[in-house]
Nanobody
Framework: QVQLVESGGGLVQPGGSLRLSCAASGSTFSIYAMSWYRQPPGKQRELVARISSGLSTNYADSVKGRFTISRDNSKNTVYLQMNSLKPEDTAVYYC??????????????WGQGTQVTVSS
């Protein structure tokens, strides 16, 4: 079992920056792929960025060049640095941990979400 706790959300003006953090419990953090998803008001949840256990990353086209995902396995924490924020980045941001087990088994955990609002 993995518990995820996000922090760092808030209200920021367009063009500003925020850094989200997601602290994970458990001793197997390093073997999980960690992702940030977001759910804008009235829309479906979407993948923002992912970092694998091997540190490869991928991003949604809408955030490439503005957002950076990173992880610190010694602190069981994944980060999302968000720069040049736009009003359309407004959403609840969720942290996700995922790994495959034996056979069809999957381990998939979510945090409670943190609100990011970009507005002047």
């Amino acid at each position: 079992q993995v518990q995820l706790v996000e922090s760092g959300g808030g209200l920021v003006q367009p063009g500003g920056s925020l850094r989200l953090s997601c602290a994970a419990s458990g001793s197997t953090f390093s073997i999980y792929a960690m992702s940030w998803y977001r759910q804008p008001p009235g829309k479906q949840r979407e993948l923002v960025a992912r970092i694998s256990s091997g540190l490869s990353t991928n991003y949604a086209d809408s955030v490439k060049g503005r957002f950076t995902i990173s992880r610190d396995n010694s602190k069981n924490t994944v980060y999302l640095q968000m720069n040049s924020l736009k009003p359309e980045d407004t959403a609840v941001y969720y942290c996700n941990a995922f790994r495959r087990g034996y056979g069809p088994t999957e381990y998939n955990y979510w945090g409670q979400g943190t609100q990011v609002t970009v507005s002047s």
